[in-house]
């Protein structure tokens, strides 16, 4: 139990395009979805936290209007990359924590989508 | 604020000998501590937690980790490691309450088992 996919796994886009990466609970309901960024040989930093039906929390230094969450159900949320560039490529993980899953603090983590944009 | 330290970006070690990834934390609150194994171009997956109660806590795959909260420390340890370990490994720390905080990660430590 407790699995997270993510869709795409990889993404190959030209500059200024916009990308969406879905992530999705499988098998539980997460009232909290995260969004986690990863550069090679680094570890991952926190984009947002977004919980179902309201506006995601960005991190310091992230973007909103760039980076927009959108987490409309208790088993989807989606990041969507507007205009990329080749300095937003990079290895995007999310990750997912449901109420009365593991005592409800344990966060379940997708596969990741490895985005390169050109 | 929390933090965490991984003290070692990478610990080579040959396969059947014993290993420790150190990690530290700095915390003014309850402490809830995670390890966490990536493979390559994976994501996540959970070894072992620290929650409350006993301070060793046995995760999966042979692994094992010990809550100090003297030395604000909870380094991982196997005692004999395979050539499937290799991987990279986050120690995290939990930022607020049980169940609504969020994770900060340590830095990573890229263990290589050798034959």
């Known amino acids: 139990g407790a699995v997270v996919s993510q869709h795409p796994s990889r993404v190959i886009c030209k500059s200024g395009t916009s990308v969406k990466i879905e992530c999705r609970s499988l098998d539980f309901q997460a009232t909290t979805m995260f969004w986690y960024r990863q550069f090679p040989k680094q570890s991952l930093m926190l984009m947002a936290t977004?919980?179902?039906?309201?506006?995601?929390?960005?991190e310091q230094g992230v973007e909103k209007d760039k980076f927009l969450i959108n987490h409309a159900s208790l088993t989807l949320s989606t990041l969507t990359v507007t205009s990329a560039h080749p300095e937003d490529s990079s290895f995007y993980i999310c990750s997912a924590r449901g109420l009365g899953l593991a005592g409800g603090n344990e966060q379940f983590f997708g596969p990741g989508t490895r985005l390169t944009v050109l | 604020a929390q933090s965490v330290t991984q003290l070692d970006s990478q610990v080579p070690v040959f396969e059947e000998a014993p290993v420790e990834l150190r990690c530290n934390y700095s915390s003014s609150v309850s402490v809830y501590l995670f390890w966490y194994v990536q493979y390559p171009n994976q994501g996540l997956q959970l070894l072992l937690k620290y929650l409350s109660g006993s301070t060793l806590v046995k995760g999966i795959n042979g692994f094992e980790a010990e809550f100090n909260k003297s030395q604000t420390s909870f380094h991982l340890r196997k005692p004999s490691v395979h050539i499937s370990d290799t991987a990279e490994y986050f120690c995290?720390?939990?930022?607020?309450?049980?169940?609504?905080?969020?994770?900060?990660f340590g830095q990573g430590t890229t263990l290589q088992v050798k034959p």
């Open positions: 977004s919980n179902e039906g309201s506006k995601a929390t960005y």
């Open positions: 995290a720390v939990l930022h607020g309450s049980s169940n609504t905080g969020k994770l900060i």
